[in-house]
């Protein structure tokens, strides 16, 4: 009996297990696939715009022409650079700002603590696009930041912020600061507040005891926050295209551009297998540093 | 300085109060305590220990009241620079450390030499016999291992008090039983004040020197175990230590320490010493421990003795003693047990049996009201 409803038991966890492995496949191995296949193909003019990975003869016809020529030519690689780079410090910056956020929402009480909550997670009833757009009227030459700082007698002219990194640092932090504090407030909330009264009270100031105890154990929701951020702030576009200048070129331009404008699918598909590879690498370092540090405690 | 005439205490609370908005958590407390004594803080949930304990350790400004810790005024230390180490309630162990690194981090902050460091903490580890696990994370560990880590961490820095918060409320019965003693023979051999926050009076009374008795913020009692068993002082303590029986009534005749208390609850007149007999006609109450009290199928023939008449309404059979609850005439129900000394297959005693229960008149306590 009992080996009848384990057996049954053991199907359906496996079936549990195999969900997320399923959903993967489906959804992000399958185009990852297709992505691959456009991408060592050849542009032509026809509806798909790219030549059949098999020709009519049923030779195999695949060349590495895209990714040679992403990795010669010296602008794809400044373009990646700077968007990873970019993505990097938007990623600083909101940790930098979410971690204290996150840390007081944590700490504050029970009632208060879900209108906290509440306020970072309201912004996401409005559209990102329309949130953009409004960030166009406040950091516009007349608007609403700028004829304010006239209207103060700070500055005489309106400093220029349309249009510049400045503005693309804002737009990234500004929408994806709540990736970084929520994944933080989590684990923050379930930390043990005993864990640093005690570490004061073997003679910890208040800094010392956050660095030896908040912060390590903070690391897990600093890890996930900051995947959070900087994996869909490297590949960016509707930010750099609405607020940053025309001199601003991101690796999510690029890829639209290449796209929509060039019809060129199959370089499009390379810069976009590249950027899910450089986007990729560091997590799979990272995760195997985790493993190896658990290890090592064990 | 008033501090100078009583510098025997070595540690002195002084009308410690600890408000919380309008709630008042600990209130006006007085406490001494001496130099190397094991003082148990019992009550029952919610009257105020652990805040009380947080006071104590730095972690709590107290809203008023000063404390004095040998002979010097800690109440505006911050607890890294109190010589006061704690063991809280939830053991509160590193997680993401070794059983070595929880346990050096205090010698750590001081900056003491690595090598004094390692000796210090492999002498502790000892002590609490945790040798083999010294590079095992806490979560490797039992319950009873982690509570030993905390007492090993607050230890090692030999403080010159350790505070204990319900040391050992997470713990299974039998390895309680097993490391109360433990952390008597620790307390022994370090010599290190320790105050023990408990609501379990069983394990205050095993541990402590001297138990204080706490209720909604304040002290109802300070004494020995045997005091605070024995002398009672009120009704609240009667009550919470132990199980008592009680006899509400009036006081009929006083004098020379003896009193006659006629009490409508057992339809008798019942008599008492006390050093301070209250006034003829005042109400009190009279309150007998069931183990004081002789259950017998006879009347007693002593005439000194305080006897009523009862069925046996239930028993319990406990192993090394039974308890037995009796019925008297008038309704009240009165709690005996009584050592099972002999070993017999039957019963001495059933449900419904007419007994006679006697006591001392020494062994009642009087509860003024
Ligand atoms: N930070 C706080 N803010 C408001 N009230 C508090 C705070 N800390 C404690 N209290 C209140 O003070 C009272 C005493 O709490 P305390 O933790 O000292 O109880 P305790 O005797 O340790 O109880 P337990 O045996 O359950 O641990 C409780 O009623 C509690 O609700
Ligand atoms: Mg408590």
């Known amino acids: 009996m009992s080996a009848v409803t384990s057996r049954r038991g053991d199907i359906w966890q496996r079936f549990a297990v195999a969900i997320p492995y399923l959903w993967l496949l489906i959804f992000f191995l399958a185009p990852f696939a297709i992505i691959l296949k456009i991408s ?5 003019m026809a509806q798909p715009p790219f030549t059949p990975a098999f020709s009519d003869a ?3 016809q695949i060349s590495a022409d895209n990714y040679v020529f992403l990795l010669t030519d010296k602008l794809y690689a400044i373009t990646y650079l700077k968007s990873v780079l970019m993505a990097l410090s938007a990623t600083a910056l909101c940790l930098l700002l979410g971690f204290p956020i996150a840390y007081g929402i944590a700490r504050a009480e029970s009632g208060t603590r879900n209108i906290l909550l509440l306020l970072i997670v309201l912004p996401f009833w409005i559209s990102f696009l329309l949130r953009v757009y409004a960030w166009m009227g406040l950091l516009n030459n007349y608007g609403v930041i700028n004829n304010l700082l006239m209207w103060l007698g700070i500055t005489e002219q309106p400093i220029p912020m349309m249009y510049t990194d400045f503005a693309i640092y804002i737009g990234l932090v ?11 407030y989590a684990t923050l909330e ?11 009270d073997l003679g910890a100031t208040s800094s010392r005891a956050f660095w030896d105890i908040t912060w390590p154990l903070a690391r897990p929701g600093v890890i996930a926050g900051s995947l959070l951020v900087f994996i869909p702030a490297t590949g960016e576009y509707v930010i750099p295209y609405l607020l940053g200048g025309p001199e601003s070129l991101l690796i999510g331009r690029v890829l639209f551009d290449e796209f929509f404008v060039n019809r060129d699918w199959p370089l499009a598909a390379a810069v976009a297998i590249v950027l899910v590879v450089l986007v990729v690498i560091p997590i799979v370092l990272l995760q195997r540093y985790q493993a190896k540090a658990a290890e090592q405690t064990a | 300085m008033t501090g100078k005439d009583n510098d025997k205490s070595f540690i002195e609370v002084r009308e410690l109060s600890k408000h919380f908005g309008e709630f008042v958590a600990v209130d006006a407390v007085n406490l001494r305590i001496e130099r190397g004594e094991l003082f148990s803080i019992l009550g029952g949930s919610g009257c105020g220990k652990t805040t009380l304990l947080r006071m104590l350790a730095g972690f709590e400004t107290p809203t008023s009241g000063r404390i004095f810790l040998d002979g010097v005024d800690i109440t505006d230390q911050p607890p890294y620079e109190r010589p006061v180490n704690m063991m809280f309630q939830s053991y509160a162990v590193f997680p993401h450390m070794t059983v070595e690194q929880n346990v050096s981090y205090g010698l750590q902050k001081e900056r003491m030499p690595r090598n004094e460091i390692a000796s210090r903490v492999g002498e502790m580890l000892a002590l609490v016999k945790l040798e083999d696990y010294a590079s095992r994370k806490p979560d490797q560990l039992s319950g009873g291992q982690r509570q030993r880590v905390a007492l090993a961490r607050a230890l090692v820095k030999k403080p010159k008090v350790l505070l204990l918060d319900e040391p050992l409320a997470a713990l299974d019965r039998k390895l309680r039983e097993h490391t109360q003693f433990e952390l008597m023979n620790i307390q022994d051999e370090l010599g290190i004040t320790f105050v023990v926050v408990t609501h379990d009076q069983e394990e205050a009374m095993i541990l402590s020197n001297r138990i204080a008795v706490m209720e909604q913020g304040r002290f109802e009692q300070i004494g020995t175990p045997k005091e605070v068993y024995e002398f009672p002082c009120n009704r609240f303590v009667a009550d919470f230590i132990g199980t008592i029986n009680t006899f509400e009534g009036v006081v009929q005749t006083s004098g020379e320490g003896e009193i006659t208390v006629a009490s409508d609850e057992c339809g008798h007149s019942l008599r008492a010493y006390c050093d301070t ?3 003829n006609g005042s109400d009190i109450c009279l309150a007998v421990r069931p183990e004081k009290i002789y259950i017998s199928q006879t009347e007693p023939d002593n005439d000194e003795d305080s006897c009523l008449r009862g069925v046996i309404e239930d028993f319990g059979y ?18 005996v047990s009584a050592q099972n000394r002999r070993r017999s297959t039957e019963r001495f005693l059933e449900w419904d049996d007419q007994v006679f229960i006697s006591w001392r008149p020494r062994s009642a306590v009087v509860l003024e009201n």
């Open chain 1, 40 to 44: 060592v193909a050849d542009p032509i």
């Open chain 1, 58 to 60: 049923g030779g195999l």
């Open chain 1, 174 to 184: 500004y929408s994806y600061l709540p990736f970084m504090i929520l994944p933080l």
């Open chain 1, 190 to 200: 379930r930390m043990n507040l005993d864990l640093v009264e005690a570490a004061q």
């Open chain 2, 277 to 279: 007999p209250p006034r």
């Open chain 2, 318 to 335: 406990f192993g090394n003693l039974s308890l037995y609850r009796i019925r008297l005439e008038t309704g009240k129900v009165v709690q």
